[in-house]
């Protein structure tokens, strides 16, 4: 399995300001993700981030909210735009295989004042 | 709509005894089944699978069975340890992309 770092591990950010949550995996993947998990809440899928191209969006979650940036096959970023306290989450990127496991890294904890 | 469901949100069994973790899910197109295992302050850790052509699958002390009649998973871990104390998630895979249940927390009392 590979070995996912995320940065920060945690912040505290005033409403209205943004984060970007980085990601970086030890090996070459083809398949990356972000979550999001609220307060006592599942795991949601935010987005599947793309190499090379725009990342695909589930419902709910849009690019002007969320932009991702997927430069090459084993890094993300993951903003999160003009911060509310509805986005004190955690924010959790994962990679991807054929059979559907997926490695997550460690989480960022944010959290909005 | 929650299509993957974890109607016990704790559960609490004594070291060496049985654990049963349930899950059930509403579409029946989802056709890979995993079982994720989170401690605080860190990311899911994946610990089994099942694909939905298959009843059941086993690995070491964690087997999953799946009831694709009744739309149902469970995970048994046997001898339950204090160290499998976290929160159990269930998933549900379909189109590359996995739902989760909302996760079910286990402690084992020594």
């Known amino acids: 399995s590979a070995v996912i770092s995320q940065k920060p591990s945690r912040d505290i950010c005033q409403r209205g300001t943004s984060l970007t949550i980085q990601c970086q995996v030890d090996?070459?993947?083809?398949?990356m993700f972000w979550y999001r998990q609220q307060p006592g809440q599942s795991l949601t899928l935010i987005a599947t981030?793309?190499?090379?191209?725009?990342?695909?969006?589930e419902s709910g979650f849009v690019i002007d909210k969320f932009p991702i940036s997927r430069p090459n096959l084993t890094f993300s970023t993951l903003t999160v735009s003009n911060l509310s306290p509805e986005d004190s989450s955690i924010y959790l990127c994962?990679?991807?295989?054929?059979?559907?496991?997926?490695?997550f890294g460690p989480g960022t904890r944010l959290t909005v004042t | 709509d929650q299509q993957v469901k974890q109607n016990s949100p704790s559960l609490s069994v004594q070291e060496g005894r049985i654990s049963i973790l349930n899950c059930d899910y509403t579409?029946?197109?989802?056709?890979?089944f995993l079982w994720y295992k989170k401690y605080p302050a860190e990311g899911p850790t994946f610990l089994i699978s099942?694909?939905?052509?298959?009843d059941k699958n086993e690995d070491g002390r964690f087997t999953v069975f799946l009831n694709k009649s009744a739309k149902h998973l469970s995970l048994h871990i046997v001898p339950s340890q204090p160290g499998d104390s976290a929160v159990y998630f269930c998933?549900?895979?379909?189109?590359?992309?996995?739902?989760f249940g909302q996760g079910t927390e286990l402690s084992v009392k020594p």
């Open positions: 994962s990679v991807g295989q054929v059979t559907y496991e997926q490695y």
């Open positions: 981030a793309n190499q090379g191209s725009e990342a695909t969006y």
């Open positions: 099942i694909s939905s052509i298959k």
């Open positions: 090996s070459q993947v083809t398949m």
């Open positions: 998933a549900a895979g379909r189109g590359g992309k996995l739902i």
């Open positions: 579409n029946s197109m989802f056709d890979y």
